[in-house]
T-cell receptor, first 115, second 109 residues
Framework: IAGITQAPTSQILAAGRRMTLRCTQDMRHNAMYWYRQDLGLGLRLIHYSNTAGTTGKGEVPDGYSVSRANTDDFPLTLASAVPSQTSVYFC??????????????FGPGTRLTVL | GQNIDQPTEMTATEGAIVQINCTYQTSGFNGLFWYQQHAGEAPTFLSYNVLDGLEEKGRFSSFLSRSKGYSYLLLKELQMKDSASYLCAVRDNDYKLSFGAGTTVTVRA
């Protein structure tokens, strides 16, 4: 099935634990993104990658890290989770870094609760 | 910084028309997007404007005025399935999207 997959679908995590959210796309898109969505705040960019081997910081990168070893995978790691990281996390991809009508396609999301 | 404003909620009747406004003040502009997001699901792309004017796509139309920092999404012949959140997003000169908080549209029978 073409598109973006995320795992897990949901997770409850104790504060202080390490957690990696997985994201895989099979569209051979160059650019990938991680967002968090909180009520009343909309989607906020955490980290992005314009192409395999490169990453960049978004609006809210603190407490998160990413890697882009290949085109398809873009994992997001919380080194030591805190309750303020409770959110819904969306991974997205686009064919390029945003030229012209290039559109971002979103995965189904991961609902993370940090207690 | 980026500032994107849209109303929090709107309610309309099935078959009616609803207009969702979005105003923005951003550091750079490289296009405006509208996404639809049903509860518990991922956002899906609806429309894109980079030049002033109206873009029509079936029952949905989107308008842009760059000089006014203003866009609207027009939903015509509303159906129950149109009940969702509608997200306005501006792409800056670094090709990154900044999203408004979203407008929840409720369609009543």
């Amino acid at each position: 099935i073409a598109g973006i997959t995320q795992a897990p679908t949901s997770q409850i995590l104790a504060a202080g634990r390490r957690m990696t959210l997985r994201c895989t796309q099979d569209m051979r898109h160059n650019a990938m993104y991680w967002y968090r969505q909180d009520l009343g705040l909309g989607l906020r960019l955490i980290h992005y990658s314009n192409t395999a081997g490169t990453t960049g910081k978004g609006e809210v990168p603190d407490g998160y890290s990413v890697s882009r070893a290949n085109t398809d995978d873009f994992p997001l790691t919380l080194a030591s989770a805190v309750p303020s990281q409770t959110s819904v996390y969306f991974c997205a991809s686009s064919e390029s870094a945003g030229d012209g009508t290039d559109t971002q396609y979103f995965g189904p999301g991961t609902r993370l609760t940090v207690l | 910084g980026q500032n994107i404003d849209q109303p929090t909620e709107m309610t309309a009747t099935e078959g009616a028309i609803v207009q969702i406004n979005c105003t923005y003040q951003t550091s750079g502009f490289n296009g405006l997007f509208w996404y639809q997001q049903h509860a518990g699901e991922a956002p899906t792309f609806l429309s894109y404007n980079v030049l002033d004017g109206l873009e029509e796509k079936g029952r949905f139309s989107s308008f842009l005025s760059r000089s006014k920092g203003y866009s609207y999404l027009l939903l015509k012949e509303l159906q129950m399935k149109d009940s969702a959140s509608y997200l306005c997003a501006v792409r800056d000169n670094d090709y990154k999207l900044s999203f408004g908080a979203g407008t929840t549209v409720t369609v009543r029978a």
